[in-house]
């Protein structure tokens, strides 16, 4: 969404909910006066507005909770792309807690700080992009923002993500490639 807020304003919505804060931080500008986003992201890199610690731990409960709505597992049938362990916003969540941490954003400027290994950084950006593609696929095979990937839209994704049949079903490679890219995530985000 959005909102028309006043700088004093931001700070103090962001100050109550942690959501707030979340996109605060991910802000961009796109045009307008570039010299007041420099003073919202100084406001925002405030170190008592929601310290690291602080931030993680609410980001953390965040997490246990929409994991808690697929069960705790990757591995559902009918898997939510964006929100079931492993997901999307395991990633994003990933990115947001190392931005308020160290105030960087780019799992390569992770991997150069040692914060992930290289072969977590590669696996992360292929994650990012293989799940984007699956949920872009999906929103033009439904017509509408569809994030679950139910039974009825599989077979056609996997033809669409040029998954064959072979000695296995390409609906079947399909969904094994998912749950290995959604296992491979949500090993590096614990």
């Not at 103090?12 to 802000?27: F, G």
């Not at 939510?80 to 105030?103: E, F, M, V």
């Not at 994030?147 to 072979?166: I, S, T, V």
Request: hydrophobic share 35%; net charge positive.
């Amino acid at each position: 969404g959005h909102s028309v807020r006043t700088l004093r304003d931001c700070r103090i919505q962001a100050a109550k909910d942690v959501t707030i804060m979340t996109s605060m931080l991910e802000a961009r500008q796109l045009i307008g006066d570039w010299e007041l986003m420099e003073k919202l992201k100084k406001q925002l890199n405030h170190r008592r507005l929601w310290p690291s610690k602080t931030f993680f731990e609410a980001k953390r409960h965040e997490q246990q909770v929409r994991h808690a709505k697929s069960d705790h597992t990757e591995y559902s049938l009918e898997p939510n792309i964006k929100t079931s362990p492993g997901g999307l916003r395991d990633i994003q969540t990933i990115s947001w807690i190392a931005l308020r941490h160290w105030g960087i954003w780019r799992f390569s400027e992770m991997a150069e700080r040692n914060i992930l290994t290289e072969s977590e950084k590669k696996d992360l950006d292929a994650a990012k992009k293989y799940l984007l593609e699956i949920r872009f696929a999906l929103h033009i095979l439904t017509g509408v923002d569809e994030n679950r990937l139910l039974f009825e839209h599989q077979q056609n994704l996997a033809r669409k993500l040029n998954f064959k049949d072979g000695n296995q079903l390409a609906v079947e490679k399909f969904m094994q490639s998912y749950y290995r890219t959604a296992q491979k995530v949500n090993t590096i985000n614990d």
